[in-house]
């Protein structure tokens, strides 16, 4: 099956006071139509500015450097601001953790969803009205009618990320990235946006990345997962493999750090000292200053990311000698 999306080689710097600072170093992703990728982390480690810089939507600051980003084949760094408003919401669609910053206040719910479809899919306002009745009713908004008619701030956080969803997949998206899309959320309507994400998600057969600091979130609703740390991948699994036997450190870090449903509340692990910020990376592994496993070489010299077999890759020297000699990604 060919790739909904491929992200090669992407760097994105950040200025701050006259210097560059490189947020995502060398990112290289595939996701398949159908298919759900978990980018995991802590905050700071480049998980956000990677979705931003894959929509374009990085501030002033913000410059992509290098690499390229294709959906459906074409090459989206190579397009006009234009023609990428119109593949932004049409093609390729975003869910942020507060809805409230990408609704529009002084609008009906109804008003900016009809919007969109005017907009994207050309629909008269009739037509736009019953297609965002039809979608607020898909994401299990009750009394779908009045809701069209009421503006944000009258709406609880999950009916609000139920409208998001809904103004996300109006023009049926190839790719969908959530972006903590739960993080603000009560755990159980937690719960029941995730699996509203995933049902539709299935049923509309898009292609998802999902951003979450969570890696109960990634077990639930995708396939596989990226770990990114200090704006690198450092470790890249099918989901499975990955929860049952991770292999960098600072995987297995996050996830004796994750709380499990059936062992209660025991003490939680907790990873030791903080990600470092962009102009401070260590020169070797980035992780080094807090791994409890790391040689002397740790802090020399980068890791390249190993490939493990087909499936698996991880940026780790203790992997060197399992790693094909032909298998060093980058
Ligand atoms: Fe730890 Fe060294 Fe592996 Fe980095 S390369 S994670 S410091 S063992
Ligand atoms: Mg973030």
């Given amino acids: 099956m060919t790739n909904v999306l491929d992200v090669t080689g992407l760097t994105t710097q950040f200025t701050k006071k006259g210097a560059a600072f490189t947020v995502v170093d060398e990112l ?35 410059k992509i450097r290098q690499g390229s980003v ?6 989206l760094l190579a397009l006009p601001q234009k023609e990428m408003q ?12 507060e809805p409230m910053t990408s609704l529009n206040p002084v609008l009906t719910i109804g008003k900016q969803m009809s919007e969109v479809l005017e907009k994207h899919e050309g629909f ?23 809701i069209f008619a009421e503006y944000p ?27 903590e899309p739960t993080t603000a959320l009560d755990v159980t309507i937690q719960a029941q946006i995730l699996d509203l994400i995933t049902n539709i998600r299935k ?3 898009m292609a998802m990345i999902m ?63 903080s990600v470092p910020s962009p102009d401070e990376y260590p020169v070797g592994c980035r992780f080094a200053p807090r791994c409890d496993k790391a040689m002397p070489i740790c802090s020399i010299q980068r890791p390249p990311l190993l ?14 000698e399992k790693a094909e000699p032909s298998a060093v990604i980058l």
């Fill in 86 to 97: 119109r593949i932004r919401g049409k093609e390729m669609a975003m869910i942020f953790q």
């Fill in 70 to 75: 294709r959906l459906n084949g074409r090459d």
């Fill in 211 to 273: 951003i979450t600091h969570d890696l109960g979130v990634v077990a639930e609703t995708c396939d596989r997962v990226m770990v990114m740390y200090a704006g690198q991948v450092i470790e890249h699994a099918d989901v499975r493999t990955l929860l049952r036997s991770p292999k960098h450190p600072y995987t297995i870090g996050l996830i004796n750090s994750t709380p499990h449903k059936s062992k209660g509340a025991r003490r939680l692990f907790s990873i030791a000292g």
């Fill in 28 to 62: 290289s992703l595939h996701v398949k139509k159908g298919e759900a990728l978990g980018i995991v982390g802590e905050s700071g480690c480049g998980k956000s500015v990677a979705s931003l810089s894959i929509m374009q939507l990085l501030g002033a600051n913000g």
């Fill in 307 to 320: 490939e493990l077999d087909q499936q698996s890759s991880c940026r780790c020297w203790l992997y060197e």
């Fill in 124 to 146: 008269n306002k009739q037509q736009a009205r019953e297609r965002v009745i039809e979608l607020l009713t898909l994401v299990g908004i009750p009394r779908a009618n009045e």
């Fill in 153 to 179: 701030h009258r709406l609880s956080g999950g009916m609000r990320q139920r409208v998001m969803i809904a103004m996300a997949i109006a023009c049926n998206p190839a790719l969908l990235i959530a972006d």
């Fill in 203 to 205: 049923e509309l057969g």
